[in-house]
């Protein structure tokens, strides 16, 4: 059986526990079920804000709170009832609403602080003092990285204050949401109240959703006055930087930089030097201390049975040696480091006194741009081990005060705890080190930025050849451990443009002093020309693949991929390029033959690798896939030669003298110029057609001219049947009408017919 006092320690945790939401404003306050009597005003709907209408709350709340306390201190103590439960959790929200009502103070008195500091600024801005007046002396560099600090913090306070806001703003729309769900809870609780029997515990329900609502509600105003805060604390920041910067400006122009400020950073790094002395000289003693303490915690081990704690006395011994190994190094480092923030020191009184060249300055900027690189890469593992030190050190302190576990020897934990501890606090200041240097490397890049961004066209010219130059070496990326650089793509690029236009050339050299004296005709050559412009472009294609370093073995692990690539994707595309060679290997079609596709004559002009051009008599171009031309039939009238036989049809009418027609013809055709006398041009009678006699004449005649041939002769047979007196036939029908009974004539009228009546 739990003991009285165990019993109301527990429902006080247990009311810590309780789930409680987040806090937001709205609606009138309850009334306090369980005294009757009206709450404390709210704030935000009765009153203006104010510390004294905060302290009255407060002192109101007090009450409250003591008189809950007298009220739970009446229930017996081995009584644990929803009573106990209830008043439990009315205890604790009552001090965390008392909780609230301070924070709202503290934001009152912040944005008091801040509204003194607004008039302040206002009178400054309007009555503006001169910088000389408002910057006491000594003008030199202790009060120059004042004005610097001062700056960076406004420029930093700018962002972090945006992101304040936001949280705020998201906070604020949170809290209200959640004081209507507590508000909306209050309610049905109050309605429950009403209607149930058990009034009691109903009762005690609506008083903690009474308080729940009050803690939402006085929430909310505080999520508003901290946004309010916020923003006026923000309305500072552009006034300051306006009053900062031109100090800041006449501070520069008029620095002066004497003894003393040398030799207070002297005296300051001197010091420094000889506090790290110390420290690294206890360390070294500390760390031969540890290594005694591991050997004999090794003899030890070696010598008791092992044990199964996962944390034995050896392990910490051997942790403890190698954070002392960890803290000498960081103290060395930082001793060495005393010396490069004195040369920083050094370059800025250089950089401020304009006593080096530019060339000189230039160079600096170029180091410290590289040594602030660096700086970032130092810290990442620092902090790395310094978020494990915490957590290390958070188990063993846990560790140290658990009062329940067994009594065994824990000195060599507590061991631990302090070397994790002087471990941490010399890692942090190695982080501040390095913090203070990189604020003094920014300080000199800026400092040096207004020296070397004076425009020099020498220097502007040196830099920009450095720059394409760099450029032009840049590694694009790498192909069998060989480096691919800009310049080689785009010599690649060059090459093949000008391989091109050279195996152009070329090729047309050979077709025209090469070929032609060969004696091949215009056909031929321009296959023959096309093929050596192929095999020309080929050797450019593995030149300039061999600049990439990559040889056609390297192809053989994708070259199934690449078939089936290009047997799906690109199949039309090579067969009308295979098609090409085909047509320049065999020759079935040439430069300057003339074809028939689809009904009409067109004359070739290219064979290009993927389609023929052609140009038709109608002097329109029509561009043909190499494939059509291997794969339909395509009548090429000129392959051996341009000489071609010609049939005209001619009907003359039933009765006409047949062998005078076909003398006639003959002669006719004997006798026209520019046709072929051998063979010899014939006339013959073909058929007896429906209407005429059909008589074809046939001759042989070059393909150049042969339409007009054609026309002349058909104009001659006309002239020639109508002297002979030979008719030319023309379709003929005998009509028979049906006359065994009379013919029916029916008139109709053009116009439209009339309607009937």
């Known amino acids: 059986m739990p003991s009285p006092s165990f019993l109301r320690v527990s429902l006080l945790l247990a009311a810590l526990a309780f789930p409680f939401a987040q806090p937001s404003l709205s609606a009138a306050l309850p009334t306090d079920t369980l005294t009757g009597k009206p709450p404390t005003p709210s704030s935000a709907a009765e009153a203006e804000l104010t510390p004294a209408l905060i302290a009255k709350n407060r002192a109101a709340l007090q009450n409250e709170i003591e008189r809950t306390r007298a009220d739970f201190e009446k229930l017996p103590a081995d009584q644990a009832g929803n009573t106990t439960l209830w008043l439990t959790q009315e205890i604790v929200l009552l001090g965390r609403l008392d909780s609230t009502y301070v924070e709202q103070l503290n934001t009152l008195q912040h944005a008091a602080d801040l509204t003194k500091e607004s008039a302040e600024l206002a009178d400054l801005t309007k009555n503006p003092r001169p910088p000389e007046v408002r910057l006491k002396p000594p003008h030199g560099l202790v009060l120059l990285d004042q004005l610097y600090a001062q700056r960076d913090y406004l420029l930093r306070a700018k962002a972090l204050l945006k992101t304040d806001i936001e949280n705020v703003t998201t906070a604020l729309q949170d809290a209200r949401d959640d004081l209507d769900d507590k508000d909306r809870l209050r309610r049905t609780a109050k309605e429950s109240a009403q209607d149930s029997e058990n009034r009691i515990a109903a009762q005690g329900a609506l008083r903690l959703a009474e308080l729940e609502s009050r803690l939402a509600r006085e929430t909310v105003v505080l999520h508003e006055k901290a946004l309010a805060t916020l923003k006026l604390q923000q309305s500072l920041l552009a006034p300051k930087l306006a009053l900062l910067l031109p100090d800041l400006e006449w501070l520069l122009a008029h620095l002066v930089i004497g003894e003393t400020d040398l030799a207070a950073a002297q005296a300051k790094q001197e010091k420094r030097i000889a506090e790290l002395d110390v420290e690294i000289t206890e360390t070294r003693e500390l760390s031969d201390q540890v290594a005694r303490l591991v050997v004999a915690s090794e003899r030890r081990d070696s010598a008791a049975a092992k044990t199964t704690e996962p944390h034995t006395e050896l392990e910490s011994r051997r942790a ?25 020191l050094r370059q800025r009184i250089l950089v401020l006194t304009d006593a080096a060249t530019s060339a000189d300055f230039k160079t600096a900027a170029k180091a410290n741009d590289e040594a602030l690189a660096r700086l970032p890469k130092e810290r990442r593992p620092l902090f790395a081990e310094l978020r494990k030190s915490r957590q290390e050190l958070q188990t063993l302190q846990a560790r140290l005060a658990d009062s329940s576990s067994p009594a065994r020897p824990q000195n060599w934990i507590a061991d631990r705890v302090g070397h994790l501890n002087a471990w941490i606090a010399v890692n942090e200041r190695n982080l501040a080190d390095l913090t203070e240097l990189a604020t003094a490397r920014n300080r000199l890049n800026e400092e040096l930025g207004a020296r070397v961004g004076t425009f020099s066209l020498g220097e502007s010219f040196t830099s920009a050849r450095t720059g394409i130059v760099a450029a032009w070496n840049y590694e694009v990326f790498s192909i069998a451990d060989q480096p691919v650089r800009v310049n080689t793509i785009l010599t690649v690029i060059i090459l093949i443009i000008a391989g091109h236009w050279l195996s152009r050339r070329t090729s047309n050299l050979i077709g025209s002093a090469v070929f032609k004296r060969f004696g091949m005709n215009t056909g031929r050559r321009a296959a023959w020309q096309t093929l050596s412009f192929y095999a020309l472009f080929l050797i450019v294609l593995l030149t300039a693949t061999n600049l990439f370093h990559l040889s056609l073995t390297q192809f053989s692990v994708v070259s199934g991929a690449l078939a089936v690539g290009i047997g799906f994707g690109s199949q039309n595309l090579i067969s009308n390029f295979i098609s090409g060679i085909i047509l320049l290997v065999e020759r079935p079609i040439n430069q300057g033959d003339v074809l028939e596709i689809n009904g009409q004559q067109v004359t070739v002009e290219t064979i290009g690798p993927r389609s023929t051009l052609v140009r038709s008599r109608d002097n329109t171009h029509v561009i043909v896939p190499n494939s059509r031309l291997l794969e339909e039939n395509v009548v090429n009238l000129t392959l051996s030669d341009d000489v071609i036989r010609t049939r005209i049809r001619v009907g003359v009418a039933y009765g006409s003298p047949t062998r005078e027609v076909e003398r006639i013809l003959e002669e006719l055709m004997t006798n026209l110029e520019g046709v072929m ?12 057609g429906d209407s005429s006699l059909a008589f074809e004449a046939s001759f042989w005649s070059a393909l150049e001219g042969r339409k007009e041939i054609e026309g002349e002769l058909r104009h001659l047979i006309a002239e020639a049947f109508a002297q002979a007196g030979i008719v030319m036939a023309f379709p003929q029908r005998d009509v028979h009408l049906e006359t065994t009974k009379p013919l029916q004539v029916e008139i109709l009228a053009s116009g439209p017919t009339p309607p009937k009546a």
């Open 320 to 344: 403890d040696r190698q954070t002392v190994n960890l803290m000498l190094s960081a103290l060395t480092a930082q001793r060495e480091r005393q010396a490069t923030i004195a040369e920083v």
């Open 677 to 688: 006398k051998e063979p010899a041009p014939f006339a013959t009678f073909t058929d007896f």
